[in-house]
């Protein structure tokens, strides 16, 4: 059984991949500091798979216990990335925690891996794209200034991995650009767990609809959309989490020879704003209490993924749409609220 090392791997996209990895047949490995997500999910993977992974909760920016924790486990044969802070509006107001966090975690990760074979993969975000001049958009898009310090990290981070790949010829990588994450595990017992006051539109929706939030904003319907409002590529986060099990058996598979590889990971549809607050309510027969709102700083218009390239190489296609994303986030929020996690 094949030992994976999952970093950030009791967070959102993080904990739905160590199920879907147990699925595979693999054997994780976690480590996790808790700084966005919650040891309580260790018990609720346990809970789907039957299965308590091996957990070991130190920083990844501690480089001599990163080292050493590599050292111990030479059995290792890849790496899911996942640990790093996400969070845009914050990237803005503390610039110096996010390049100090997201670099020296993944720095350190790939200095551990320098004299071992290893199969990384990435945990990147279409967020480097920013507003695309033509949709959909591919991988060889041209990478536009980073919006945000957060956008930076990823744009810079697949950077160091394509460099380091290109001379470490015992790091083969792919970097997965992510869409927009969204629903919860079909078990109800896992799923996103926002800290504070969610910034993202799912986790806002059914935050409100279950009374623990006021009115929605729709943030601008004055875009040039079909309904005014943005339109994203939302991908339901069991996809997304069966994608780096893709990515990973591709790197293992003695055929590819590439050092270094993008895939855009999301369904190849855009939806808007409204769309999502619609098949919300139609699945959950809830009527959100929602208003129209000023556009928000920073937001981009529209960008929806060309994911031929992940269809084809990876053997992956996204499965899922709008009503199971809000459906299963909906009965995740209701069991939040009934296990008060
Ligand atoms: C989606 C749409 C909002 C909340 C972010 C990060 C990105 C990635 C995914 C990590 C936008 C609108 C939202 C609300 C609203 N994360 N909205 N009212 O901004 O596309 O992407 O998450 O990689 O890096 O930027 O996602 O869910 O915040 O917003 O109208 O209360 O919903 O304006 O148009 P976003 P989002």
């Known amino acids: 059984m094949k030992k994976i090392l999952i970093t950030g791997g009791t967070g959102y996209i993080g904990s739905h991949t160590v199920v879907e990895l147990v699925n595979a047949g693999y054997k994780p490995v976690i480590i996790d500091n808790f ?4 040891i309580k999910i260790l018990d609720q993977i346990e809970k789907i798979t039957r299965i308590r992974p091996e957990f ?3 920083d990844l920016c501690d480089e001599k216990a990163t080292l050493e924790f590599i050292h111990q486990h030479p059995d290792i044969e890849g790496v899911i990335h996942f640990a790093a802070y996400k969070a845009v509006g914050e990237s803005v107001e503390k610039p110096l925690k996010y390049y100090r966090n997201n670099f020296y975690s993944l ?4 200095e551990a ?11 990147s975000s279409c967020t480097v794209y920013g507003q695309p001049d033509k949709l959909p958009v591919t991988e060889d898009a041209r990478v536009k200034k980073a919006e945000s310090p957060y956008g930076n990290t ?7 991995l394509q460099e380091v790949a290109s001379v470490n010829k015992n790091l083969k990588a792919i970097s997965l650009r992510y869409f927009n994450p969204v629903g919860a595990h079909s078990s ?3 799923g996103e767990l926002p800290i504070g006051v969610p910034q993202n539109l799912v986790p806002f929706i059914t935050q409100s609809a279950i009374g623990k939030r006021g ?12 309904d005014g409002s943005c339109i994203r590529d939302y991908i339901h986060v069991i996809d997304l989490a069966k994608a780096h099990v893709a990515a990973l058996k591709l790197l293992e598979n003695k055929i590819y020879s590439q050092q270094y590889s993008v895939y855009n990971i999301g369904t190849g549809r855009g939806s808007s704003v409204l769309e999502v607050i619609q098949a919300f309510e139609n699945v959950s027969g809830v009527k959100l209490n929602y208003r129209i709102g000023p556009r928000r700083e920073g937001d981009i218009e529209k960008i929806y993924g060309d994911v ?8 992956w296609k996204a499965e899922l749409g709008l009503n199971e994303m809000t459906s299963s986030a909906w009965a995740w929020e209701k069991y939040i609220q009934k296990n008060s996690l």
């Open 35 to 38: 700084s966005n997500s919650s």
């Open 56 to 58: 070991f909760d130190f």
């Open 107 to 110: 720095i350190n990760l790939l």
């Open 113 to 123: 891996f320098t004299s071992r074979k290893v199969n990384f993969v990435f945990s």
């Open 154 to 160: 990823k744009q810079v981070s697949e950077k160091i």
């Open 188 to 190: 109800a017992l896992i």
């Open 215 to 226: 009115e929605i904003v729709v943030h601008g319907n004055d875009y040039n959309t079909p």
């Open 308 to 315: 031929s390239k992940a269809e084809k190489e990876l053997g």
